[in-house]
């Protein structure tokens, strides 16, 4: 219960998907935890454009995983999560419209500015944790 309260509660994440050449790439997003799946939208942030590189990514190798941590310098209080899973975009349609209700109840920056872009869909199958 402990990561779920964790995951929910973290205000940022990484999330990392696989480049068509096999390299990582990995962008900080906003996200929110809905049952099993990870949601993260192309928002309205600063960008040269909505089509962001790791909705190609996921064209081609349709993984991903979201890494969320704590830093602390007290070392006794650091931790990690990472969700891993199979991952879809959402362009449009009831789900994606759903991510992003659920995006706004995370983020009140979402309810003036919804995001334009598509939302990334990661179907969890694995937790893993440290400590």
């Avoid at 454009?49 to 007290?74: F, G, I, K, S």
């Avoid at 990472?82 to 789900?95: F, H, I, K, N, Q």
């Amino acid at each position: 219960m402990i990561l779920r309260q964790r995951v929910d509660a973290a205000r940022v994440g990484h999330l990392a998907t696989t480049r068509p050449d096999g390299r990582p790439h990995v962008v900080p997003c906003c996200f929110v935890l809905v049952g099993t799946t990870v949601y993260s939208a192309v928002d309205a942030k600063p960008k040269s454009t909505l089509a962001l590189q790791r909705l190609r990514n996921l064209a081609a190798t349709p993984v991903a995983c979201l890494v969320v941590d704590h830093y602390d310098e007290d070392w006794r209080q650091l931790w990690w999560i990472r969700l891993d899973g199979g991952a879809r975009v959402l362009e449009a349609g009831a789900e994606r419209e759903a991510a992003l209700e659920a995006l706004a109840g995370k983020y009140p920056q979402y309810v003036d500015a919804r995001p334009p872009g598509a939302v990334v869909a990661v179907d969890v199958t694995e937790w893993r944790a440290w400590p």
